[in-house]
């Protein structure tokens, strides 16, 4: 990975090293918008002929695999079962953990109530990446919080293998959460459908879940499109990694961290920031990099990542965190000594994993975070998915007759100052009809 020292860098090449290598690509709405436009003009027939051009899918007959979930679509070996149903139940506790205690009500002056309550989005579409790898830890992560909050319609989407199926791991989790249909289709045609609804795809009210730079653009458009009425959770693309290490790090430890995302595809970025390290130590990390990499079967992935991926040189842990907040990773790791204070620093981070013995993988499958985050530097104003991602909150007002009178002169006043007059009279012909009862 390319070296930059903090004390010798402008700001400004700084801000270019920075740089997410997918913001550098060009034009991906030219490329997902008539794929988006067909899917709503042709339904079922476009998402199958772009299973067999995208995913190389043959024989699909239907677009979609409806539950109840045949057994024989989710035969899978215990192991792999007991890992699934472990990973499903404490991410099941973080996520129920974070149900507010219930409706909020405040009197903001006598006989003025107002409360806010939560209810569930009714029908979710969630996106199970499946292009360079599949990923039913995935179809957990945004599964498992969709049941806990209480969603009706759970439909999954995700790119069908060669021979037209599923892999059986997110069947199972399907089931698991009780998933109406699992939609065959990966891209922006995946998301058109999920938007819009097909034959036999049921449109849903929000679409959630990360994917490749042809989803992610396909969710900002179809969120766009005020004819679809769909949101979307958040800008979550490439993975990333963002370590911070000092003189206490293990460089094996580094090491298998900035792997552990470098080998998600090669257009990941990984960074990694040296607190005080002697070149020594630097290269001891480096060495590790190569040695570990070498032994990947996603070798060639991880050289694309690599490719763009940086190293920077810091003194000390602020100037180290101050660097990270700019750059807003969706993972950051400290490796350092007392990490858990220096997490007081951190302000814009998808999520946060303190210590030596914290590897990100253990949020990405079963330690009951999220691994659904924001990318591209949006973790300065988003969040990760999480509980509140799937449901709204409704507020009410609740006035008695001293309230109407308390507030009431307020409200007819600035009605007057906007020139809304019938404004001003829903207010007075009641304050009219009581004082005519006096
Ligand atoms: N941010 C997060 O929380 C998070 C979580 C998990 C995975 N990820 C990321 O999700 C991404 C998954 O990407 P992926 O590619 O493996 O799978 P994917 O399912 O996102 O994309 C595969 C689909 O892309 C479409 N596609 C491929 N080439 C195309 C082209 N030339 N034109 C139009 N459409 C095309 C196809 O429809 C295909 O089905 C990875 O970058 C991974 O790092 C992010
Ligand atoms: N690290 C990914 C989020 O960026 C999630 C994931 C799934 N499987 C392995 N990792
Ligand atoms: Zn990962």
């Known amino acids: 990975m390319a070296r930059f020292n903090l004390k010798t860098s402008t700001p400004k090449e700084l801000k270019e090293v920075l740089q997410r290598p997918a913001q550098k690509a060009s034009d991906i709405m030219g490329i997902v918008t008539p794929i988006i436009e067909s899917v709503k003009q042709r339904g079922d027939v476009a998402l199958i002929e772009y299973a067999e051009k995208f995913d190389k899918a043959v024989g699909l007959k239907s677009a979609v695999l409806s539950a109840p979930f045949p057994p024989e679509l989710m035969q899978l070996p215990q192991e792999t079962i007991d890992a699934i149903d472990l990973s499903f139940e404490n991410i099941r506790k973080f996520h129920e953990g974070q149900k507010e205690a219930g409706t909020l009500v405040v009197e903001t002056m006598p006989g ?37 909050a209480g969603c009706k319609k759970i439909i999954f989407t995700s790119p069908p293998r060669k021979d037209g199926s599923l892999t059986p791991e997110i069947v199972y989790v399907a089931h698991k959460v009780g998933a109406e249909a699992i939609v065959l289709a990966g891209g922006a045609q995946a998301v058109a459908a999920l938007a819009y609804g097909t034959e036999t795809v049921p449109k849903v009210d929000k679409i959630l879940g990360p994917g490749n730079q042809f989803v992610t653009a396909g969710k900002m458009f179809v969120s766009n499109d005020t004819g679809a009425g769909v949101s979307i959770d958040m800008p979550a693309g490439p993975s990333e990694v963002l370590v911070v290490a000092d003189a206490e790090a293990n460089p094996a430890f580094v090491a298998s961290d900035l792997l552990s995302q470098a080998e998600h595809g090669v ?20 060495e590790e990099l190569e040695k570990q990499a070498l032994a990947l079967p996603r070798v060639d992935i991880v050289r694309g990542s690599i490719s763009h991926s940086v190293t920077l040189q810091t003194d000390n842990i602020e100037e180290a965190i101050e660097l990270s907040n700019q750059y807003a990773p969706e993972h950051l790791i400290l490796q350092i000594k007392d990490a858990a204070k220096a997490v007081d620093l951190v302000q814009h981070a998808g999520s946060v994993f303190i210590g030596h013995w914290t590897p990100e993988s253990v949020g990405d499958y079963s330690a009951g975070v999220n691994h659904s985050l924001p990318t591209y530097g949006y973790a300065r104003q988003y969040s990760g998915v999480n509980l509140s991602t799937y449901v709204k909150h409704l507020t009410s007002s609740e006035l008695t007759e001293q309230g109407l009178r308390n507030v009431g002169g307020a409200v ?12 001003r009279r829903a207010v007075g012909i009641r304050l009219e009809w009581l004082d005519s009862r006096k």
């Open 412 to 423: 007819m006043q600035l009605a007057k100052v906007e020139e809304l007059e019938a404004h």
């Open 267 to 286: 257009d990941s970025q990984v960074i990694l920031i040296t607190v005080g390290l002697t070149e020594e130590q630097l290269v001891a990390i480096e």
């Open 112 to 148: 003025v109530r107002c409360s806010r309550f939560v209810r569930p989005i009714e029908r979710v579409g969630l996106y199970i990446p499946g292009g360079t790898a599949v990923l039913p830890s995935t179809a957990l992560m945004l599964g498992v919080p969709a049941l806990v």
